[in-house]
């Protein structure tokens, strides 16, 4: 058995009561050689505790926190009295090092009752609307992951299902949810997002990653509803916005009403009016800026280093070091003269490259999404095709698919269509070519408009549903206009 298995077991000895006391002393030597060990720990005992809060009925709860208290502050003084003696073999006697570890495992062990204390007696006072139904859903496609508060997992098939507080996934580019709050608020979720939801005096919605439509009902002015991301906290008393949140920034676009946006690395705030939109970015450091979103514009050409939302890019220059060392590998050239092929390249200043699907246990997928700071929308005609250029290394059946918007309006609908890519690959260079008219695309769910003509595109993705294909490789996305 390794020390981490070790440390587990023993850990989990400890969570359920059942360490021995040679046990403890093992415990504690493995605390003072690891400073991590006791911060993680304090983490996972505080959760352990939660989780028990919550399964206990409301006449155990008050009792289960004294239990809890105690087994804390019992911890606190096991480390303080036998500290000396359990870092003796493992720490030299240098004064200022025992000292200094003794130090800050006792501060961890204080900020661990602490932590406890504050979680557990928040619980008594919300235990009304922990349970509380807050929304339903009204719509679902595709494979949607619910977490209950409690950290019971379900995935989500059917419509009005009530909703308490929790976190919603949608697993794959073709999945989508929209949910009622039961003020009438809608909220619409799609296409690999991350969203955790809550209503205690006011709705709370933290979205870490994907695109959210939502159309707020008038909410109280002293408690809007509240939109966090990574990059940006949005106050909402009543309007119709489309939120875009990645790792690093946020795209706000209001159609009605206002939106207060706070940038979190600074504070700066900028309210946004309709047909305007923001983008807030954790490495932009210039003022906010609200931008009126200009007239429609019916082609667009991919930038798929900047606007690649789900995949991988890889820049045409890292393929071409592949196989430069490949050919030296295997002696068709001498490194000197890869070196000077790769200078030449490299003098060109070439930023073209290409996206690589990412795998799932759901299948490959790509996702792209026009450029979040883009401000003209992409509008759809009768006569707008999609031409995808790519790679597959093996010969599969590969689906394309689309999101829309309404035009100046919230989400409106996805669609596909599947393509056999057995004729289309050429066998020499794997390449392809697909040129699918818009209008032959067909609706993945019968609530959405028959036809996406007419609205704005948003993003587009391929996919295929298992793991067995080697490759997908994009290397151009176009919105045309056949005309």
């Not at 919550?54 to 208290?69: G, H, I, N």
Request: include cysteine; glycine fraction near 6%; charged fraction near 20%.
């Amino acid at each position: 058995m390794n020390d981490q298995n070790e440390f587990q077991e023993l850990w989990n000895d400890y969570l359920e009561s059942e360490i021995t006391s040679d046990g403890m002393i093992e415990l504690q030597n493995y605390f003072a050689s690891d400073g991590q060990l006791l911060q993680h720990s304090v983490d996972s005992f505080q959760i352990h505790r939660l989780l028990g809060y919550d399964a206990k009925a409301d006449e155990q709860r008050d009792e289960f926190v004294k239990s809890t208290m105690a087994q804390v502050l019992a911890s606190q003084q096991v480390i303080a009295t036998s500290l000396e003696s359990s870092i003796s073999p493992i720490v030299p006697d240098t004064g200022r090092s025992r000292k200094s570890l003794m130090c800050r495992l006792l501060v961890t062990a204080v900020a661990l009752a602490a932590s406890i204390l504050v979680a557990l007696s928040y619980f008594p006072d919300s235990s009304v609307s922990r349970g509380s139904i807050i929304a339903k859903t009204t719509n679902v496609h595709g494979t949607i992951e619910w977490t209950h508060e409690n950290g019971v997992v379900e995935t989500l098939t059917e419509t009005n299902v009530p909703l308490t507080g929790g976190t919603l996934e949608t697993m794959t580019s073709e999945s989508t949810i929209t949910m009622q709050f039961t003020d009438g608020t809608i909220v619409t979720l799609d296409s690999l997002s991350l969203l955790t939801i809550s209503e205690q005096e006011q709705k709370i919605l933290r979205l870490k990653r994907g695109n959210l439509s939502a159309d707020v009902e008038p909410q109280p002015n002293s408690k809007p509803m509240m939109v966090f991301t990574e990059a940006a906290e949005l106050r909402v008393v009543g309007t119709q916005f489309n939120v875009n949140a990645r790792d690093e920034s946020t795209t706000l676009i209001v159609n009605e009403g206002e939106v207060l946006l706070k940038r979190t690395t600074d504070g700066e705030s900028v309210n946004v009016i309709p047909q305007h939109q923001v983008v807030a970015s954790l490495r932009d450091a210039k003022q906010l800026r609200s931008v009126k979103r200009a007239r429609q514009v019916h082609a667009w050409k991919s930038d798929l280093q900047s606007e690649t939302s789900h995949g991988k890019w890889i820049p045409s220059k890292m393929e071409l070091v592949k196989e430069l060392k490949l050919a030296v590998t295997n002696g068709k050239m001498t490194q000197a003269e890869a070196s000077r092929i790769y200078k030449k390249a490299a003098s060109l200043n070439d930023q073209r490259g290409s996206t690589f699907a990412l795998p799932s246990r759901f299948g490959l997928s790509v996702v792209v999404s026009v450029n979040q700071e883009a401000t003209i929308p992409v509008v759809l005609e009768q006569n707008s095709r999609i031409r995808i250029t790519g790679r597959g290394y093996a010969a599969t059946d590969l689906v394309v698919g689309i999101t829309t918007n309404q035009l100046d309006g919230g989400f409106s609908g996805k669609y596909q269509q599947q393509v056999d890519l057995t004729d289309l690959i050429d066998p020499a260079t794997h390449e392809f070519t697909l040129d699918i008219p818009i209008k032959t695309m067909l609706r993945i769910d019968d609530h959405f408009p028959v036809s996406p003509i007419g609205n704005e595109f948003v993003s587009c993705w391929c996919s295929h549903p298992t793991n067995k294909v080697t490759k997908i490789e994009l290397t151009d996305i176009e919105i045309i206009n056949a005309e």
